[in-house]
């Protein structure tokens, strides 16, 4: 299972990005998709992430800026970013959780992270 995510870039301080996740390969289901980040010297933490039925759950720093939404039948979500800041820099990770097989146990899976710079 690959998970390949794209849309990092520059932004100044208010403005937007969406950022993609695709996941591709051996897939039976996915359970929890999402989005992480990680700043230098710092852990990874929680932005958003959403369950096949659609719920979501947001760190409370990206509520009412950030909306995750997800495409069960094409294995994507996507994060549109609003009103950026400068803390918000950091590199973005993709995250799913994957059955492989209907015999197969869950695993999660992180994408290659990309790069979100807010500066103005």
């Known amino acids: 299972v690959q998970l390949q995510a794209s849309g990092g870039g520059l932004v100044q301080p208010g403005g937007s990005l969406r950022l993609s996740c695709a996941a591709s390969?051996?897939?039976?289901?996915?359970?929890?998709m999402g989005w992480y980040r990680q700043s230098p010297g710092k852990q990874r933490e929680l932005v958003a992430i959403?369950?096949?039925?659609?719920?979501?759950k947001y760190a409370d720093s990206v509520k009412d800026r950030f909306t995750i939404s997800r495409d069960n039948a094409a294995n994507t979500v996507s994060l549109q970013m609003n009103s950026l800041k400068l803390e918000d820099t950091s590199v973005y990770y993709c995250?799913?959780?994957?059955?492989?097989?209907?015999?197969?146990?869950?695993?999660?899976?992180w994408g290659q992270g990309t790069q979100v710079t807010v500066s103005s």
């Open positions: 390969g051996s897939i039976f289901s996915i359970g929890v």
């Open positions: 959403t369950t096949s039925d659609g719920s979501a």
């Open positions: 995250y799913a959780v994957v059955r492989e097989s209907v015999d197969a146990s869950p695993s999660g899976y």
